[in-house]
Antibody, heavy 122, light 107 residues
Framework: EVQLVESGGGLVQPGGSLRLSCSASGFTVSRYNMNWVRQAPGKELEWISHISDSGGDILYADSVKGRFTISRDTARNSLYLQMHSLRDEDTAVYFC???????????????WGQGALVTVSS | EIVLTQSPATLSLSPGERATLSCRASQSVGTSLAWYQQKPGQAPRLLMYDASNRATGIPARFSGSGSGTDLTLTISSLEPEDFAVYYCLQRSSWPRTFGQGTKVEIK
């Protein structure tokens, strides 16, 4: 069974740092494109980062570029999001989400974790 | 960046009624569009991929149509468990963008 479990959320002061983890089971992270998506309280979803299955393509939304870093650990079968210089507007639930494809079909965000709440406040 | 505009913002319907949700793109996305359902406190769930294909386990009452800039999600006959927020997502170009959501609520 495919499962994604985020951890590492919490309360952090503006300007602080936090690292989110996403532990995967039922599949191998390094064989899939993976993403981070966030949702501010009462707001819509926002894609923020992507790492390709090869690891050769890493992309960020402008809102986090230069402050957030996506990475993965093959041995731990996990995805990470290192966040620096956090701002009030980064307060959100952060989801990790998998892409998969089969032939010409592409399943964007076909599996999601349950989310980790990050609150940036003084 | 492609902007997706969903309408209406809220749809008030009764169980058994038909729901038609619109997703309009600021430029063509072809059929590179997905639909998700989200219930309070839960992660989104993939409903449709590539505009008109149901994801695994999604009931046949859900259907997607359209291409280019005007795409639609239809729920043919609402079941109690279908009342939720629905989002469209384009994967035609980076950054991937979501619509602002349509809430389907019980009338």
């Amino acid at each position: 069974e495919v499962q994604l479990v985020e951890s590492g959320g919490g309360l952090v002061q503006p300007g602080g740092s936090l690292r989110l983890s996403c532990s995967a089971s039922g599949f191998t992270v390094s064989r899939y494109n993976m993403n981070w998506v966030r949702q501010a309280p009462g707001k819509e979803l926002e894609w923020i980062s992507h790492i390709s299955d090869s690891g050769g393509d890493i992309l960020y939304a402008d809102s986090v570029k230069g402050r957030f870093t996506i990475s993965r650990d093959t041995a731990r079968n996990s995805l990470y999001l290192q966040m620096h210089s956090l701002r009030d507007e980064d307060t959100a639930v952060y989801f990790c989400a998998r892409d998969s494809y089969s032939g010409s079909a592409y399943y964007a965000f076909d599996f999601w974790g349950q989310g980790a709440l990050v609150t940036v406040s003084s | 960046e492609i902007v997706l505009t969903q309408s209406p913002a809220t749809l008030s319907l009764s169980p058994g009624e038909r729901a038609t949700l619109s997703c309009r793109a600021s430029q063509s996305v072809g059929t590179s569009l997905a639909w998700y359902q989200q219930k309070p406190g839960q992660a989104p769930r993939l409903l449709m991929y590539d505009a008109s294909n149901r994801a695994t386990g999604i009931p046949a009452r859900f259907s997607g149509s359209g291409s280019g800039t005007d795409l639609t999600l239809t729920i043919s006959s609402l079941e109690p468990e279908d009342f939720a927020v629905y989002y469209c997502l384009q994967r035609s170009s980076w950054p991937r963008t979501f619509g602002q959501g349509t809430k389907v609520e019980i009338k």
